[in-house]
């Protein structure tokens, strides 16, 4: 299962991402400030 939602390109495969987040349990709320400052997501 390809997972990663953000292409070879740079651009974030929305359908992808939704999945993930589903499958994880989280939405788009769950970064935090600190994360959304360095641009990671939950896992470095």
């Known amino acids: 299962m390809d997972a990663d939602a953000v292409k070879p390109d740079g651009n974030v ?3 992808k991402l939704e999945r ?5 349990g ?9 994360m959304r400052k360095k ?5 470095p």
Not at 26 to 34: A, P, Q
Not at 39 to 43: A, K
């Open 13 to 15: 495969d929305e359908k």
């Open 20 to 24: 993930n987040q589903e499958r994880l």
């Open 26 to 34: 989280v939405g788009e709320d769950h970064k935090t400030e600190e």
């Open 39 to 43: 641009h990671r997501g939950t896992f």
